[in-house]
C-alpha cells in the first residue's frame, strides 16, 4: 500500500490530538513531496538539518528508478532507519523520532533525532564518599546504561528494555549478569514488571510496592542506589539491577538488611578501619532506634539501677518540669522532627538561619523555661543524629523509636526487651527473593562473615555471598 | 520449613541452659549443698546423650514427623498416649520457664508489675514466634544465643574471685545418696532434649557435624557447671536464699558493695534467651496439639497456646503453688518418664522397626543441602569451578 504523506501527516496528527508541539515540515524530493514530523521540544534541531532536512533538499544526484530506495539507501544512508507502518511511526515519533512521509513510499523512514537534554554526571548527595568513583546516575537511562556498559566489557551483562506505564511508556531496563544472577529470580522480577498495570512511572519508587513481597511492611525490602559502582557492585554478587528512564535511583534485588551498614568506600579502605566504622555503624542503629525509649523506661520504672551520680545529676536537671519523661522525650522528638521537615525544604539561606534558630534557640529556651530537662535533649539529639548513620533507613527507625519510647513508657526494660525480640522474629520470618533477609547471621553463613561486621581484604573473598541467591556461579577469583 | 543442623545445636544449647540460671543452684542446695554441682553434671549429659540418641533417630526417620514415626513404630493409640504425656512436659516445661521469668522480671526490675502487663506481650510474642514457625524461632535463637552466653559469662566471672574453692570440701560427705535424690526431686529443671521429638523431619541433616553437637553440649556444660561454681563457692551455706542465681550473684556478691548497675543491663538480656525458650517449648506444645487432634493449619493450636500462656496469668496463686507441684514426686515421675523413658522407647522401637531397612541416603539433592542457609526453596548447587577451587585449595592442604 502507498502512503498519501499529506493525509498520513493528518492522521497522525489526529491521533496526538493536535498537539502543539508536533512539527511538519514539507520539502520537494525529484517532485515527489516529503513531509518530516518531529517534536520540536525533544528532537536535536542541528542532527535533524544536518541528517535529514540538509541531504533531502540539497541531493542533486540523477535518480533512477524508485525514489524511495534512493532516498533511504543513499540520501540517508548516514542515519540508522527504521521502516515502520503509521502506529509504530507514531509511537516512535512521540520517543523523539523524525518521521519521514513520502508519497508512494511502501512504509515511513523513522530515525532517532533525540536531544539528550540532562543535569551533568555528579556525585549523588545520598551517596556521599570519601574514596572511590564519584559518578553518580542522573535523570537518563541512556547515561546511566552508557556508566554501566563503559565498566563492562563482557558478554556478560544483560540488559532488558521493557516499557510501563499507558500513559508515559517509561522506559525501564533490567540488568544483569547472566553468568551470576539466579535465572529464576530474574524472570521472576521481569514477569512482575510485565504485569504492572499503571498509568505513568515517574520515578522507580513507583515500581517498589509492586516488586516487594510484604508491601505494607515498615521495612526496607528493595535496595536502591545513585552509584554505578554500587550497582555494578551488587550485581557481582548476583543481584538484578533495575534503571528507571527519568530518575537517577536504581533498584536492586535482593535485598538484605546489612546492605545498608555496609558503604560503597568500605571497599576501598583499610579492613581493620572498615571493621570498626561497621561496629560503629550497628552501635549507631541501636542508640538511634533505643536510646530515647531505654531512658524513658529507666526514669519511670527503673531508676534505681542507674549509678547514684548519674541519678542525682537527672534528679536536679529533671525537678520542676511539669511532663513525664514519656511526654519529655516525644515533645523534643516532635521537636526534632519538625525542624529536619523544615530544614528539608527550606531554600538554603534560610536553613542555615533555621537550624541555628532550632538547635540553639529553641533548645535552650526550652531547657531554660523549664519545659523539658537537658538529659533528655541530648537524648533525643544523639538519638535524632545517629540516625543519619544510615540514612536510607531513618524513615523505619524513626517509627522503631516512636514505638521503642512507647513500649518503654508502658512496660519498661522488659517491654523494650521484647519489643527487640519481636522485631528480630519479625525481621527473621522474611525472605527476599529467596534471599533470608538477617543473613549471614540468621541463617548464620560462615564464608560470608568476610564481609558482614568485619571485611576482610578483596583477594580473601573469594566467593561471591552465599547469603543472595545466585546461578551457581560462585566463584570470584581463583588462584592463592 | 526446616532449620540446619547448627541451628538444631543452638536450640539444645539454649535449652540446656534456659532453667539453670534462676531459682535451680539455691533448690538443688537445699537436698545436695554443694554437691549439686554433679547433679547437675549429671543430668545435663544424660540430656546430653539423649540429644544424640533422638537426632539420630531424627535422621534415620527421614521425612517423617514424629507421629508418623511412632505410629508405624508403636501403633496409634501408644503414640497418642506418648504424644499426651508430651504435651503435659512442655506444658509444665512452659509452665516452669513463665513462673521464673515473671518472679525475676517483677524482684528484679520492678517496684511492681501487673500480671496483664507481663503477660500480654509475652503471649503476643510467644503466640507469632509459634505461628511462623520453627526456622523463626531456630533464627532469633542464632542471633541472642551469642549475646546471652557473654552476658553470663560476664556476670559470673567478675565475682569468680570471691567463689571459695575449700567450700566444695570434702565432696560427697553425705555419700552418693542425696545426688540421686536430688537428682529425681529437680528433674523437671532438666531433660532439655525431648523438644527435639517434636523437631522429627523439621531438621536438615544434610550438613550434619557430629562434633558441632558436641562442642555446644559441652559449652553448655562448661558454662553451666562454672556459673554454679561460682554462685555456690561464693554465697555457700546461704545459697538456698538466693533464688535468683544471675541476678544474686551480681548484687550481693561480697565483691560487690553496691549494686552493679551495668549487671542488671546484661542481666536483662536473659529475658530474651527466656522468651525463646518459651517460644520454643511452646512450639513444641503447639506440635503435640496439632498431632493428637489431627488438625492441619497453625491457627488454632497457636491460640490455644497463646490461652495457656494468658491462663497461666491468671491463676496467680497457682503459680506460687506450682513450685511445690514441680517438686512432687508425682511429677518427678511424669517428668522423668517424658524425658527418659519415652525417648529411650521410641528409640528402641524405631530401631527394632527399621533394623533391616537400608540407611536413607546422606546424599541428598542440592535443594536439601541448602535447606536453611539462604532458603529451603533456593537452589544451590557447587559449580565446576567452585570444585576446581576446592582441587587447587586442596593440593595446597588448605582442605
Known amino acids: 500500500m502507498k502512503i498519501d504523506a499529506q493525509k498520513v501527516e493528518e492522521r497522525i496528527k489526529e491521533r496526538l490530538h493536535f498537539s502543539s508541539d508536533i512539527k511538519s515540515r514539507a520539502v520537494k524530493f525529484f517532485n515527489c513531496n516529503v513531509i518530516i514530523m518531529y517534536i520540536a521540544e525533544i528532537t536535536d534541531n542541528k542532527l535533524l538539518n544536518d541528517t535529514v532536512i540538509y541531504p533531502i533538499t540539497s541531493y542533486s544526484k540523477t535518480i533512477t528508478g524508485d525514489k524511495y530506495a534512493a532516498l533511504r539507501d543513499k540520501v540517508l544512508s548516514s542515519i540508522e532507519l527504521n521502516e515502520l507502518d503509521v502506529d509504530e511511526a507514531t509511537d516512535k515519533l512521540l520517543h523523539a523520532h523524525t518521521l519521514v512521509l513520502m508519497d508512494g513510499a511502501p512504509k515511513i523512514l523513522t530515525a532517532d533525532m533525540e536531544k539528550i537534554t540532562v543535569r551533568a554526571i555528579a556525585e549523588p548527595p545520598n551517596n556521599l564518599v570519601i574514596k572511590g568513583p564519584r559518578e553518580g546516575f542522573n535523570e537518563s537511562l541512556k547515561y546511566n546504561l552508557a556508566l554501566i556498559r563503559r565498566r563492562v566489557k563482557t558478554d556478560d551483562l544483560v540488559v532488558q528494555n521493557l516499557e510501563l506505564g499507558k500513559l508515559t511508556k517509561t522506559q525501564i531496563s533490567v540488568l544483569y549478569f547472566s553468568s551470576v544472577a539466579d535465572k529464576k529470580i530474574v524472570s521472576e522480577i521481569v514477569d512482575k514488571l510485565k504485569k504492572i498495570d499503571i498509568d505513568g512511572v515517574v520515578d522507580s519508587h513507583y515500581l517498589i510496592s509492586y516488586l516487594q513481597k510484604n508491601p505494607h511492611s515498615l521495612f526496607k525490602q528493595i535496595g536502591d542506589t545513585e552509584k554505578p559502582d554500587i550497582l555494578l557492585g551488587k550485581m557481582l554478587e548476583g543481584r538484578v539491577g533495575i534503571l528507571v528512564d527519568g530518575t537517577p535511583i536504581a533498584l536492586t534485588l535482593p535485598f538484605i538488611i546489612i546492605e545498608d551498614l555496609q558503604n560503597s568506600d568500605d571497599y576501598y579502605g583499610q579492613p581493620i578501619h572498615v571493621t570498626l566504622v561497621r561496629i560503629l555503624r550497628l552501635v549507631g542503629v541501636v542508640i538511634a532506634v533505643l536510646l530515647p525509649g531505654i531512658y524513658i523506661a529507666l526514669e519511670i520504672y527503673h531508676y534505681k539501677i542507674i549509678p547514684l551520680s548519674f541519678l542525682v545529676t537527672i534528679m536536679n536537671t529533671t525537678q520542676g518540669i511539669p511532663f513525664s519523661p514519656f511526654v519529655e522525650v516525644i515533645f523534643v522528638i516532635l521537636l526534632f522532627e519538625i525542624l529536619y521537615e523544615a530544614n528539608l525544604r527550606m531554600p538554603q539561606y534560610l536553613g542555615i538561619a533555621t537550624s541555628i534558630v532550632g538547635a540553639l534557640i529553641l533548645g535552650e529556651t526550652a531547657v531554660n523555661a523549664g519545659l523539658v530537662s537537658p538529659p533528655t535533649v541530648m537524648i533525643v539529639a544523639l538519638s535524632g543524629i545517629t540516625f543519619y548513620i544510615i540514612p536510607s533507613q531513618a524513615g523505619q527507625f524513626s517509627v522503631l523509636r516512636a514505638v521503642a519510647c512507647l513500649v518503654g513508657a508502658c512496660l519498661g526494660i522488659y517491654g523494650i526487651l521484647l519489643f527487640c525480640v519481636y522485631v528480630l522474629a519479625y525481621l527473621s520470618s522474611f525472605d527476599s527473593y529467596n534471599s533470608a533477609y538477617l543473613a549471614p547471621t540468621a541463617p548464620y553463613i560462615a564464608s560470608d562473615q568476610k564481609d558482614f561486621m568485619m571485611r576482610a581484604t578483596i583477594n580473601e573473598m573469594k566467593n561471591r555471598p552465599r547469603s543472595i541467591a545466585n546461578n551457581r556461579n560462585n566463584l570470584r577469583r581463583r588462584g592463592k | ?399
Open chain 2, 1 to 399: 520449613m526446616k532449620i540446619n543442623y547448627r541451628q538444631t545445636c543452638i536450640l539444645i544449647f539454649l535449652s540446656q541452659i534456659a532453667l539453670k540460671f534462676l531459682a535451680l543452684p539455691s533448690l538443688l542446695y537445699t537436698k545436695s549443698e554443694s554437691n549439686s554441682i554433679f547433679v547437675a553434671l549429671f543430668l545435663m549429659v544424660i540430656d546430653g546423650i539423649y540429644a544424640f540418641l533422638i537426632l539420630n533417630l531424627a535422621e534415620n526417620s527421614g521425612e517423617k514427623n514424629i507421629y508418623e514415626f511412632m505410629k508405624s513404630c508403636l501403633g496409634t493409640v501408644v503414640t497418642k498416649i506418648f504424644l499426651v504425656l508430651l504435651l503435659v512436659k512442655f506444658a509444665l516445661s512452659m509452665a516452669n520457664i513463665s513462673k521464673g521469668l515473671e518472679f525475676f522480671v517483677a524482684d528484679n526490675l520492678y517496684n511492681e508489675l501487673s500480671w496483664f502487663a507481663y503477660i500480654l506481650p509475652l503471649a503476643a510474642l510467644i503466640g507469632y514466634m509459634i505461628y511462623k514457625g520453627i526456622r523463626n524461632i531456630a533464627r532469633v535463637g542464632e542471633i541472642v544465643c551469642w549475646f546471652v552466653l557473654v552476658g553470663i559469662i560476664f556476670i559470673t566471672a567478675k565475682s569468680f574471685s570471691g567463689a571459695e574453692a575449700e567450700s566444695f570440701l570434702p565432696l560427697f560427705k553425705d555419700g552418693l545418696s542425696p545426688l540421686f535424690e536430688s537428682a529425681f526431686k529437680y528433674s523437671s529443671w532438666f531433660g532439655s532434649s525431648t523438644f527435639l521429638l517434636l523437631l522429627f523431619g523439621k531438621i536438615d541433616f544434610s550438613k550434619k557435624k557430629t562434633g558441632q553437637l558436641v562442642r555446644y553440649l559441652l559449652l553448655a556444660i562448661v558454662l553451666v557447671q562454672f556459673v554454679y561454681y561460682v554462685f555456690y563457692g561464693v554465697f555457700q551455706v546461704t545459697s538456698p536464699t538466693h533464688n535468683f542465681c544471675l541476678s544474686d550473684l551480681s548484687q550481693f556478691s561480697s565483691l560487690h558493695t553496691s549494686i552493679e548497675e551495668l549487671s542488671w543491663l546484661v542481666v536483662a538480656l536473659w529475658i530474651v534467651a527466656q522468651a525463646v525458650q518459651l517460644a520454643l517449648y511452646g512450639y513444641c506444645f503447639q506440635q503435640a496439639i496439632k498431632y493428637i487432634f489431627n488438625i492441619k493449619n497453625n491457627v488454632f493450636p497457636t491460640i490455644v497456646v497463646m490461652l495457656y500462656v494468658f491462663v497461666l496469668s491468671l491463676i496467680g496463686d497457682l503459680i506460687i503453688g506450682l513450685e511445690q507441684i514441680f517438686l512432687s514426686p508425682a511429677v518427678s515421675v511424669i517428668t522423668i518418664c517424658t524425658q527418659y523413658v519415652i525417648p529411650l522407647v521410641i528409640f528402641i522401637a524405631g530401631k527394632i522397626k527399621y533394623k533391616n531397612k537400608k540407611p536413607r541416603n546422606k546424599n541428598k539433592d542440592d535443594n536439601q543441602q541448602r535447606a536453611d542457609d539462604v532458603v529451603t526453596e533456593h537452589t544451590f548447587k557447587q559449580d565446576d569451578s567452585q570444585s576446581e577451587t576446592k582441587k587447587q585449595d586442596g593440593k595446597k592442604g588448605a582442605v
